[in-house]
């Protein structure tokens, strides 16, 4: 999966389940490192004032209509003309001087000091109900809890939470009775008789010495007596990677440094990993003997076209390395036999412009998963390891059925898929391996409860007949489950504990479908408590929107989420074209040329819900990051009266001048994304959408926008240029507030902690502008 403004897929809002059921020790995302560049710690104290020469709209608003005991001026950024044309078209950037690679400029680092302390001061007012708020989440969370253990090898795996602190330790204990096939029903003994607990990492003693910490991969080789895994010290994603002894704890070798969070083992004496050009981008895959120095690596291949990424994961198997080359469009697929790694990699699948294929592996069969324009729900064929050339479609292409992923066992394939903007899992039983391969045998559907719910794949034990896969909907927790695929039988072997009283049974989950401006029917996931919604056009709502990259926003479970919907309100995701909920297809016609559907999607939901008498404009409250960030810049500027409160988590909102750059990370790998503004149709098409190109002098909602400092996916500095920009030109007296977090990135803060309290800040934000908080707040 290639880095991308979002993701998952996916910002700290996508999603809750993912960070309780990923595989263990795989990244949430792509997370690539920043090349070499000088970085500098922000000084604490600095000349820069933002008393300025320059007078405008934002000099007259000293005060906001929401507090008047607010009298705190907001920052008024300097201006530096920046003069840029193409195609007869001159765009004039007063505030292009934020922008500093290097993140050391004294009056950058000046101003964004004072927009953070305008915004502390605009909401010290409400401190105390925010830390109500806060305390009130925390409450909410089982502090000392462990993941469900999952059987790997000899061994349970697991993750443990420790009361009060904000990292995991990574654990394991030995299986006592190896002889016994892997069941649904295994439960992992505690207790004085039970196999010591083994603690391989402890995250909270490696973060003491960093403002920032996050774990990117966590890989025990096959034998299980070593682990390898990346950490990231800054959140700018630059990981190194560390090798222990399982047992000991002690280093093996020296630290692999400036690599992504790819990771796999090549045996047990060997690393796979990926480093990045200087654009951010993953170019090349390196053979990493354990022992012998970094610089003694062996590149097994260099990817020199700059609309491709590189990827990396390992077959289901263990057998195989899948190394993949991918642009938006073509994906192409390299495997490494990892009892041979000295070969290198061989072509399984060639490049062909259009054509995207992943691969798995199960005896002497590769598994291919297919898309193209033809095929753009995929199709899955399988062909022989030794002649890849010839293939047997196994599930054809279906118009209204799309393959998400698949995953391979023994005797089984579990095949994820969409149908309706709705996920399914169908289970097939194999023929033995080394078995011709022909068709599929009937398959056997997982059922679910929920209208609407997420469910997602898991690392689960190949040699067994056991599927683990987690699920969730918007009023039922993050659930992990053993699914026997033989007998059908499901076994729920952890649901996250939800404290303070939460009862699912107070809540209601429902799917609407609304009509768009040309006639689509966009699908939209509510929840709201019965008890409180009383949904005659009075309740204050929160929607949310993404619509980018094909990644899907899947109905999900937050608890964080019950202070809004215990106080009335509703909680809507708007499923947007652009996004991957609907099949291919509803990707296709949200991007490029077609941009301004996923706008207008949202749009129509919002008025849909007003109209349905679900809310009111002065009780609608919108929210977006990254990617979704920019669905917040557009559709701020294309009707700025629809919302109350717009919060915008590190928006990608300078799309034009960000996409003529290719020096900056992202850019030449997504013009298939969002068009190359080099071409002169594309550059007028994105400048009529480009959220800083299109700030005008009229009334705006109140604000929230956020960034951090060290993020590699959207500069700060595009925030930060819309949120000068909106402060000299919006005519209105409502909040606008920008916080930047200096010592984090993309994900923000990386304490679990500490993002609650994110959190309780923009709940503590919509509330204060609606007028919600209580007088002892």
Request: glycine residues 6%; aromatic residues 10%; proline residues 5%.
């Amino acid at each position: 999966m290639i880095l991308r403004r979002g993701l998952v897929a996916l910002g700290t809002l996508v999603l809750a389940t993912q960070i309780h059921c990923l595989r263990f020790g795989a990244p949430l995302s792509r997370l690539v490192p920043l090349p070499s560049r000088r970085r500098c710690i922000p000084r604490l104290s600095s000349s820069y004032s933002s008393s300025s020469s320059e007078t405008g709209a934002a000099s007259l608003r000293s005060t906001s209509p929401v507090d008047m005991a607010e009298s705190r001026t907001p920052p008024v950024a300097k201006k530096v003309e920046h003069v840029m044309q193409m195609f007869g078209d001159v765009r004039i950037d007063n505030y292009y001087w934020l922008r500093d690679d290097s993140r050391c400029d004294p009056d950058m680092l000046a101003y964004l000091r004072e927009e953070n302390a305008y915004t502390e001061s605009v909401m010290s007012g409400t401190k105390q109900f925010e830390n109500q708020l806060f305390a009130e989440i925390r409450g909410r969370i089982k502090e000392d809890d462990i993941s469900a253990p999952r059987r790997k090898g000899p061994y349970y795996y697991y993750e443990k939470n420790l009361q009060g602190k904000e990292y995991v330790q990574r654990c394991r204990r030995l299986i006592t009775d190896l002889k016994a096939e892997p069941s649904v029903y295994d439960t992992m003994p505690t207790g004085p008789d039970a196999p010591p607990e083994h603690i391989l990492l402890d995250e909270n003693i490696k973060a003491q010495e960093h403002g920032y910490y996050r774990i990117g991969a966590f890989k025990t080789s096959p034998d299980h007596k070593l682990v390898a895994y990346a950490e990231d010290t800054k959140g700018d994603e630059i990981y190194g990677v560390n090798v222990i002894d399982s047992e000991t704890l002690k280093p093996v070798g020296q630290p692999l440094k400036g690599v992504t969070s790819d990771l796999e083992w090549a045996g047990n004496d060997a690393l796979v990993y990926i480093t990045m050009d200087e654009i951010l981008r993953p170019d090349k895959v390196w053979l990493h003997k354990l022992g012998t120095e970094q610089s003694s690596d062996v590149c097994l291949y260099h990817e020199k076209d700059d609309m491709f990424s590189l990827d990396l994961h390992a077959s289901e198997s263990h057998k195989y390395i899948f190394v993949a080359s991918e642009s938006k469009t073509t994906q192409f697929v390299f495997s490494l036999d990892v009892s041979k790694p000295q070969e290198g990699l061989r072509v399984l699948t060639p490049r062909v412009d259009g054509i995207d294929t992943s691969v798995s592996h199960r005896g002497n069969h590769f598994f291919i998963q297919r898309r193209s324009t033809e095929f753009y729900n995929s199709e899955l064929v399988a062909c022989s390891v030794d002649d890849t050339s010839q293939t047997t479609v196994l599930i054809p292409h279906r118009e209204s059925v799309k393959i998400q992923e698949i995953q391979l066992f023994r005797d089984h394939l579990a095949v994820f898929e969409r149908e309706q903007g709705l996920q399914k899992i169908t289970v097939h039983r194999l023929p033995a391996e080394g078995q011709p391969l022909t068709s599929l045998q009937g398959g056997r559907s997982v059922s679910f409860v929920d209208p609407v719910y997420s469910v997602d794949s898991t690392e689960s034990e190949y040699s067994s007949n056991v599927l683990r896969f987690c699920y969730n909907s918007m009023k039922t927790p993050p659930s992990v489950y053993d699914y026997d695929m033989d007998s059908g039988t499901s076994v729920v072997k952890k649901i996250d504990t939800v404290l303070g009283g939460f009862d699912a049974s107070n809540y209601v989950t429902e799917r609407k479908w609304v009509t768009a401006s040309d006639g689509t029917q966009i699908p939209m996931s509510i929840v709201y408590n019965k008890n409180l919604a009383k949904l005659d056009g009075s309740d204050p709502l929160l929607l949310y929107g993404y619509g980018s990259y094909e990644i899907s926003i899947d109905p999900y479970f937050k608890s964080s989420r019950l202070s809004l919907l215990d106080r009335g309100f509703i909680f809507v995701i708007a499923h947007v074209r652009g996004g991957g909920e609907m099949g291919r297809q509803w990707y296709e016609n949200g991007k490029l040329l077609k941009k301004k559907n996923t706008f207008t999607d949202f749009i129509a939901c919002a008025e849909s819900l007003i109209e349905l008498k679900y809310c009111s404009k002065e009780k609608l409250c919108v929210e977006g990051r990254s990617a979704g960030g920019l669905l917040m810049g557009a559709v701020l500027n294309m009707r700025p009266d629809l919302f109350k409160v717009v919060v915008a988590g590190v928006p990608f909102v300078d799309v034009l001048t960000t996409m003529l750059d290719p020096t900056i990370p992202l850019t030449t790998s997504e013009w298939e994304e969002w068009g190359d503004p080099r071409k002169e149709e594309y550059y007028f098409y994105m400048k009529s959408y480009s959220p800083v190109d299109n700030v005008a002098a009229q009334n705006y909602p109140n604000i929230l926008v956020t960034a951090g400092l060290n993020d590699p996916r959207v500069m700060y500095s595009e925030p930060g240029k819309f949120v000068a920009k909106l402060r000299e030109m919006k005519t209105d007296n409502n909040l606008l507030l920008f916080k930047c977090e200096l010592g984090a990135g993309h994900f923000s803060k990386s304490g679990r902690f500490e993002k609650l309290q994110e959190d309780a800040f923009t709940f503590a934000f919509m509330m204060k502008v609606l007028d919600m908080i209580p007088a002892s707040g």
